[in-house]
């Protein structure tokens, strides 16, 4: 199949969104797939965009949109001239704003069918675009102006944004979730105007081969580092901002730290509030038990996982937890908080643990898994056994299974496709005779 794989964040730009399209594009063309992918391009991030067969890069409008993304320029000829030229038989899109417009206009005019995957609870992130940061502070200010502010950021978060996704993804062919428990969620948020042509399907993020296979000695050398090589260890991997939750796990690392007081705990990712959770620390107390490691490359956080005695997770946002799966195949027993996009990927008391947002029953149940080294043990066998899987190879087959659908069922919708089908027929019984 030709397959135009469409996105408004592409690498270098580290994010989930990203690590999913790169691993299924890389598994669909091992397959024998063409897979050209449609991102922007990034300035300010500079070197790791060399030039790459099947990429094709557009524009921007604004480098430094909200956040650390980029404000993408659908308007970019590149686009139109690539389609042109291209004879695609599925367009998959990875978002419904501007490159998502984007791929419906393309869609309609070259008669492509249009796959989306909803990648994000995009309400639990609107608070970073400007004016809508703006409406939500109106909480801080006890006036009536205060007061409308907040109404309007709740109106937008509730009401607009599932009213814009709701008339975008009328517009698709099929609409993919990456878990069933998001498909059902999805369809309680959606379902009141999801009344369209679209088909909704399940497609998890895929693992690659390097996921499954830390190199020992770089295991040893992290857990040397950080923990001296005897003391627990922790690792929890996410974009350091509000919607994560962090927070909520510093907490419990203060609880924590009353019953180990040597453990350490590596913060892998960046984000706006890392100044802010560093700060925390200071106040709570355990800036010597959190390490802050920033944003690291893809192929070091195998051994980061695999290093620790568990992995913690405190967001309730999730539509898939990826670095979940990253660290149940490294062999690393999770813990982390009952949520959607979560619990269909850890099973408790088999690879981990799943927690209400309390912090004494979270730290509870962190205790539990370090304190009971054979029960760790059995823990460890069961997350690699869920995590095989989500082989990226099993991933690209199931979503070929789904292009497959769509482009027939597309198919049937097209002028005369009743008539073919009843000539096929007709002649189909005319050769059995």
Request: net charge neutral; proline share 5%; aromatic share 10%.
């Amino acid at each position: 199949m030709k397959i135009a794989m469409m996105t408004n964040n592409y690498k270098p730009y580290i994010g989930g969104v990203p690590i999913s399209i790169e691993r299924l594009t890389k598994a669909l063309r091992e397959q024998g797939h063409k897979v050209v992918v449609f991102a922007p391009k990034y300035k300010y991030l500079g070197s790791g965009q060399e030039q790459e067969e099947d990429v094709v890069r557009y524009n921007t409008l604004s480098q430094h949109f909200y956040s650390d993304t980029v404000l993408p320029n659908p308007l970019d000829p590149v686009l139109e001239e690539t389609f042109a030229r291209e004879n695609f038989d599925v367009i998959h899109v990875h978002h419904p704003v501007l490159i998502g417009k984007v791929a419906v206009r393309l869609s309609q005019k070259y008669n492509i069918p249009l796959v989306y995957t909803y990648h994000t609870q995009y309400e639990q992130y609107l608070d970073y675009a400007g004016p809508i940061h703006w409406l939500s502070r109106g909480a801080e200010k006890n006036n009536l102006l205060g007061r409308i502010r907040c109404q309007g950021s709740r109106a937008i978060k509730q009401e607009l944004a599932p009213w814009y996704l709701s008339g975008f993804m009328r517009r698709c062919h099929t609409v993919i979730a990456p878990t069933e428990g998001m498909k059902r969620t999805f369809n309680l948020q959606y379902g009141y105007t999801y009344n369209c042509q679209a088909d909704v399907r399940v497609l998890p993020t895929g693992l690659n081969q390097e996921s499954y296979q830390a190199a020992p000695a770089a295991v040893r050398e992290i857990r040397q580092r950080h923990g001296g090589g005897e003391m627990p260890l922790l690792v929890t991997v996410s974009r350091l901002g509000h919607e994560k939750n962090v927070p909520f796990l510093l907490r419990c690392m203060v609880r924590l730290k009353q019953y180990l007081p040597d453990f350490r705990m590596m913060v892998i990712g960046d984000g706006p509030q890392r100044e802010e959770y560093m700060d925390l620390c200071d106040q709570l107390d355990i800036r010597q038990q959190i390490c802050f490691l920033g944003s690291l490359p893809n192929q070091e956080i195998a051994a980061h996982m695999a290093a620790a005695d568990c992995f913690v997770f405190a967001s309730k946002t999730e539509t898939q937890g990826i670095v979940i799966l990253e660290a149940m195949a490294a062999k690393t027993p999770v813990v982390a908080l009952r949520a959607s996009g979560v619990e269909d990927l850890v099973e408790d008391g088999v690879s981990g643990y799943l927690c209400p947002e309390e912090e004494e029953a979270f730290t509870e149940q962190l205790l539990r898994v370090l304190q009971n080294e054979p029960l760790r043990e059995q823990l460890r066998i069961g997350a690699f056994a869920a995590a095989l899987q989500y082989r990226e190879d099993a991933v690209a087959e199931m979503a070929v299974r789904i292009y497959t659908d769509t482009c027939r069922q597309y198919a049937m919708t097209q002028p005369g496709a009743q008539t073919r089908i009843f000539k096929d027929l007709r002649e189909r019984l005319r050769m059995l005779g």
